[in-house]
Every structure is written in C-alpha cells, then in structure tokens.
C-alpha cells in the first residue's frame, strides 16, 4: 500500500517562508511522477507544482519564481519550497503522485498566510 504524508505546513506572515516535504513509502518512489496541489476555501483544487522522474518541473503562473519543486528519490520523498508567500497562497496543500494508473494523495497540510 502506497502511503504519502506531508508535513512542514504552519502559519506564516505574509513574505515569509515555508517548506513543505511529502514522504512516500510502500512503492518504487523514482517511477512516480510527483505534484503538489492546493485547495483554498470555497474553490477547486488546483495544480500547484510538478516534477518528474527526470527531474523536469512546471509550476503554476502564481508561483513561478517563488516556489520550488524538488524531488529527493533516496529518500523517497518530494518538498515544495516555497518562498515570498502570500495571503492567496493560503490553502490545504496536498501531495500528489502518479504512474499510468496508479494515483495516490496525502492527507494534506494546511498552510496559512496573514499577520
């Protein structure tokens, strides 16, 4: 059984910091294409980040160049840096990982940003 577990959501202020990390345990990690998605109040979930096996990401309009995507395939495990927040930013963010058929989601970490 596939299992994915975020963590490192908080509250933050506005312009601060945070890095999300998403551990995957129960499968070839490598294989999976891994995304991060969001999901505020009262609106759809939506596609924050991407990376693939070979290292190729794609982001989002809103958060190109604040946010990153990395992958760490030895530790089985994707993070979502992400920088200059903003109060939009607020949201559940999830990770999410995908292969053919196979797809599979966190629980999700919630990620607050005001003063």
């Known amino acids: 059984q596939v299992q994915l577990v975020e963590s490192g959501g908080g509250l933050v202020q506005p312009g601060g910091s945070l890095r999300l990390s998403c551990a995957v345990s129960?499968?070839?990690?490598?294989?999976?294409?891994m995304a991060w998605y969001r999901q505020a109040p009262g609106k759809e979930r939506e596609l924050v980040a991407v990376?693939?096996?070979?290292?190729?990401?794609r982001y989002v309009d809103s958060v190109k160049g604040r946010f990153t995507i990395s992958r760490d395939n030895a530790k089985s495990t994707v993070y979502l840096q992400m920088n200059s927040l903003k109060p939009e930013d607020t949201a559940v963010y999830y990770c999410?990982?995908?292969?053919?058929?196979?797809?599979?989601w966190g629980q999700g970490t919630q990620v607050t940003v005001a003063s």
């Open positions: 990376i693939i096996d070979d290292g190729v990401t």
């Open positions: 129960g499968s070839a990690f490598d294989r999976y294409t």
């Open positions: 999410n990982a995908i292969y053919v058929r196979e797809e599979y």
